[in-house]
């Protein structure tokens, strides 16, 4: 299966992002806390080189929380700052703020030594499509926040953002999309919606999800659609990463099959409607109802 994705914006918006890096202090970087090395564009650390960084692990909601503590410590043994947040509930919001602070300390310090007292921190906000920025910086502005006005050599389309008395947000940070060099990497965008479903191929990429989950969360499928795992074929060969169907994993045929009874997704003469199906566990999945998952480990 191919995910063919390279949008023609994407040098633009690296421009655009290299030009306002000059503007801030410190980047604020959205990763998906199901798949962060997938949701972290490669191409982040090049652009912000030696910019003051933070790593923000958002959706926190939709992993396992073990995992989630897993991560922050990922990055912390390489030096970066890290944090899980749940923007939906504002969870890890404060901690982000503070870790702002903490980074900008030092500069805080020899700001005031030269009799700038009230220097205002400087945010950009980068993450790709689907992580759940719009709705973390809506947290952050917590939706009383005024527009500050446009700052010498900021063009009229850049807007400054006021989040608390020291800390402004440049409200145009732009998407910086991936670029991924093999399938694993492009099939974990697709699970989780950064890649429009128009762009892929729904029932490959569903039944390669729903093969991944029957291996690492079966539980979570059998009780979510209410079937039995004696009746999926045990012929399977662990440990192969193929994603379309052979007669060995002919199991996960067969749980779709139970899915599609189960939710009235069958056409005339018994065959099932895999669109339907696919379009109910990928819908599923990304909404949280199959459970806590973490599609990307540190172990792994």
């Given at each position: 299966?191919?995910?063919?994705?390279?949008?023609?914006?994407?040098?633009?918006?690296?421009?655009?992002?290299?030009?306002?890096?000059?503007?801030?202090?410190?980047?604020?970087?959205?990763?998906?806390?199901?798949?962060?090395?997938?949701?972290?564009?490669p191409?982040?650390?090049?652009?912000?080189?030696?910019?003051?960084?933070?790593?923000?692990?958002?959706?926190?909601?939709?992993?396992?929380?073990?995992?989630?503590?897993?991560?922050?410590?990922?990055?912390?043994?390489?030096?970066?700052?890290?944090?899980?947040?749940?923007?939906?509930?504002?969870?890890?919001?404060?901690?982000?703020?503070?870790?702002?602070?903490?980074?900008?300390?030092?500069?805080?310090?020899?700001a005031?030594?030269?009799?700038?007292n009230?220097?205002?921190?400087?945010?950009?906000?980068?993450?790709?499509?689907?992580?759940?920025?719009s709705?973390?910086?809506?947290?952050?502005?917590?939706?009383?926040?005024?527009?500050?006005?446009?700052?010498?050599?900021?063009?009229?389309?850049?807007?400054?953002?006021?989040?608390?008395?020291?800390?402004?947000?440049?409200?145009?940070?732009?998407?910086?999309?991936?670029?991924?060099?093999d399938?694993?990497?492009a099939?974990?965008?697709?699970?989780?919606?950064?890649?429009?479903?128009?762009?892929?191929?729904?029932?490959?990429?569903?039944?390669?999800?729903?093969?991944?989950?029957?291996?690492?969360?079966r539980?979570?499928?059998?009780?979510?659609?209410?079937?039995?795992?004696?009746?999926?074929?045990?012929?399977?060969?662990?440990?192969?990463?193929?994603?379309?169907?052979?007669?060995?994993?002919?199991?996960?045929?067969?749980?779709?099959?139970?899915?599609?009874?189960?939710?009235?997704?069958?056409?005339?003469?018994?065959?099932?409607?895999?669109?339907?199906?696919?379009?109910?566990i990928?819908?599923e999945?990304?909404?949280?109802?199959?459970?806590?998952?973490?599609?990307?480990?540190v172990?792994?």
């Amino acid at each position: 299966m191919n995910i063919n994705w390279y949008p023609g914006h994407m040098l633009k918006t690296k421009r655009q992002i290299s030009e306002d890096l000059k503007l801030v202090d410190v980047v604020v970087e959205i990763l998906d806390s199901r798949i962060p090395l997938s949701s972290q564009n490669p191409d982040v650390a090049k652009i912000i080189a030696e910019k003051k960084h933070i790593i923000v692990l958002n959706k926190s909601d939709l992993a396992e929380e073990i995992h989630n503590n897993k991560w922050v410590e990922y990055f912390s043994n390489k030096n970066k700052v890290a944090v899980v947040t749940d923007s939906n509930s504002g969870k890890g919001i404060k901690e982000v703020l503070k870790q702002i602070e903490k980074v900008m300390q030092s500069d805080l310090e020899k700001a005031a030594l030269k009799g700038i007292n009230r220097k205002k921190i400087r945010l950009m906000i980068v993450g790709i499509p689907n992580v759940g920025k719009s709705s973390f910086i809506n947290r952050m502005c917590n939706k009383k926040s005024a527009i500050v006005g446009n700052r010498p050599g900021v063009t009229k389309q850049k807007q400054w953002v006021k989040i608390s008395n020291n800390i402004e947000l440049l409200d145009t940070p732009g998407v910086l999309w991936p670029k991924f060099e093999d399938e694993e990497v492009a099939l974990k965008l697709a699970y989780t919606g950064t890649i429009k479903d128009e762009l892929i191929i729904k029932v490959d990429v569903a039944y390669s999800l729903l093969k991944y989950l029957y291996e690492n969360y079966r539980e979570n499928i059998l009780e979510r659609y209410d079937v039995e795992a004696d009746g999926i074929r045990p012929d399977y060969e662990a440990g192969r990463m193929q994603y379309a169907p052979t007669e060995d994993e002919d199991h996960i045929y067969d749980l779709m099959k139970q899915i599609a009874k189960k939710r009235g997704a069958l056409l005339s003469g018994g065959n099932f409607d895999d669109e339907k199906v696919a379009g109910i566990i990928l819908n599923e999945f990304r909404a949280g109802k199959l459970g806590k998952i973490t599609l990307e480990k540190v172990n792994e």
